[in-house]
């Protein structure tokens, strides 16, 4: 199983970033899929959730109204798309993916233990 995680990198406050992620060895349509973060010194923080089908969308509160989580199951491909981005978004991004049921899926998006595999990580720096 693979999760390689793309489209981090430097930008100024009020920038857009779109991260990717391409998913292998696994059948990627029973995955909900998750983004989360970490900054140094913090822990890792949920960001956005999908549910397999795309039905269930989840957003922290920091990042609502401002980020999009959403799939492509022909690319076996998750994307976040982040704008106006702030220096508080700072942080190594993470995919995640999770087999779940939309049920299972509704209590547990948010914590890190609950998903099964991650991917390495991409760096997202925004100046001020």
């Known amino acids: 199983v693979q999760l390689v995680e793309s489209g981090g990198g430097l930008v100024q406050a009020g920038g857009s970033l779109r991260l990717s992620c391409v998913v292998s060895?696994?059948?990627?349509?029973?995955?909900?899929m998750g983004w989360f973060r970490q900054a140094p010194g913090k822990e890792r923080e949920f960001v956005a959730a999908?549910?397999?089908?795309?039905?269930?969308?989840y957003y922290a509160d920091s990042v609502k109204g401002r980020f999009t989580i959403s799939r492509d199951h022909a690319k076996n491909t998750v994307f976040l798309q982040m704008n106006s981005l702030k220096p508080e978004d700072t942080a190594v991004y993470y995919c995640?993916?999770?087999?779940?049921?939309?049920?299972?899926?509704?209590?547990?998006?948010?914590?890190?233990?609950?998903?099964?595999?991650w991917g390495q990580g991409t760096q997202v720096t925004v100046s001020s």
């Open positions: 060895g696994l059948p990627f349509t029973n995955y909900a």
């Open positions: 999908i549910s397999w089908n795309g039905g269930q969308i």
């Open positions: 995640a993916a999770e087999f779940a049921t939309p049920a299972e899926f509704t209590g547990r998006y948010s914590y890190p233990n609950e998903y099964d595999y």
